[in-house]
């Protein structure tokens, strides 16, 4: 995996913000293979009818088995996105997540669709909304241009990651009025980087073709990985580099230390100062 600087400008844009536009993510021949193989899997859902009045049929959410199509498994490293999260997190991380999006069109008059605001992680459940800490980010992929709004892509509450209280939604209204609402427009290649205390949430596709998008999470190490996620079989992880077979667990115990990240981390000079369990007094 090559080097990229993480930017004090990106740094503070990440920290003010929630989330991180990476223009120019993949070049066009990247996501021309992406799109290949994402429409291999997802050629269900594009050759079934479509159903009036029922968009959530018209949608595909789908997370087992992405990682056997190598284009999709050759992204868990990515030069250009992955570095800024290990410098936003540390070298401790792992991929956590990993879903295909798509979203066929609908009708711009149909009624509004029901948002889904929320957190990653679902660690206000058991935490509150206070103090939240930041334990992974998510890198979302344009496999389509966004160009319009109302297209289909995931909406930001700007800043909101710091909030400490649920979000308000005005009563009969689907978004909130106190926030930011970011309808992003992005180009096909482009990457979204977001962290996992944001209010984000779902939205309809009113444009006049599919949108599709990929999303890898990644976490702490510590933090237990999706259910779906599964290990990928022998032969890929022997032809893996090192620093994807840490991101895709190959260190089981989360006290072993992240050999792979931490020396690359330490090669470029981005290793986090070690944090001591006792000081001297």
């Known amino acids: 995996m090559d080097f990229v600087q993480l930017t004090p400008e990106q740094r503070r844009s990440f920290a003010e913000d929630g989330f991180l536009v990476v223009p120019n993510a993949l070049p066009a021949v990247t996501v021309d293979r992406l799109v290949e193989a994402s429409d291999r899997l997802a050629e269900p859902l594009l050759k079934k009818p479509e159903m009036t009045g ?28 992955v570095p ?40 206000p459940r058991d935490l509150g909304h206070e103090s939240l800490p930041l334990v992974g980010i998510k890198i979302c992929y344009c496999l389509t241009d966004f160009h319009q709004p109302n297209s289909g892509m995931t909406l930001m509450a700007r800043g909101s990651h710091l909030r400490s209280t649920p979000l308000a939604l005005p009563k009969g209204q689907v978004d909130p009025a106190d926030v930011e609402v970011c309808d992003l427009r992005l180009n096909a290649g482009d990457a979204i980087l ?47 580099d090192s620093i994807t077979r840490q991101l895709l667990g190959e260190y089981r115990d989360v006290d072993t230390q992240p050999w792979a990240l931490q020396r690359w981390a330490k090669r470029h000079g981005v290793l986090p100062e070690t944090v001591p369990w006792t000081v001297e007094v």
Not at 54 to 80: C, I, K, M, Q, T
Not at 89 to 102: D, E, F, G, K
Not at 221 to 227: A, F, I
């Open 54 to 81: 029922r968009p959530e049929y018209n949608h595909l959410d789908l997370r087992p088995g992405l990682l056997r199509e190598e284009a999709l498994f050759a992204l868990v490293a990515n030069s250009s996105t």
């Open 84 to 123: 800024l999260v290990i410098q936003l997190l540390s070298p401790n991380i792992h991929l956590h997540s990993h879903t295909l999006i798509y979203k066929r069109p609908e009708s711009p008059d149909a009624p509004t669709f029901r948002r889904g605001w929320h957190r990653d992680i679902r660690i």
């Open 194 to 240: 977001f962290e996992n205390r944001i209010f984000h949430t779902a939205t309809p596709n009113r444009s006049n073709r599919v949108a599709k998008v990929l999303m890898y999470g990644y976490s702490y190490r510590w933090m237990k990985t999706e259910v779906y996620l599964e290990v990928p079989d022998k032969q890929q992880l022997a032809k893996a």
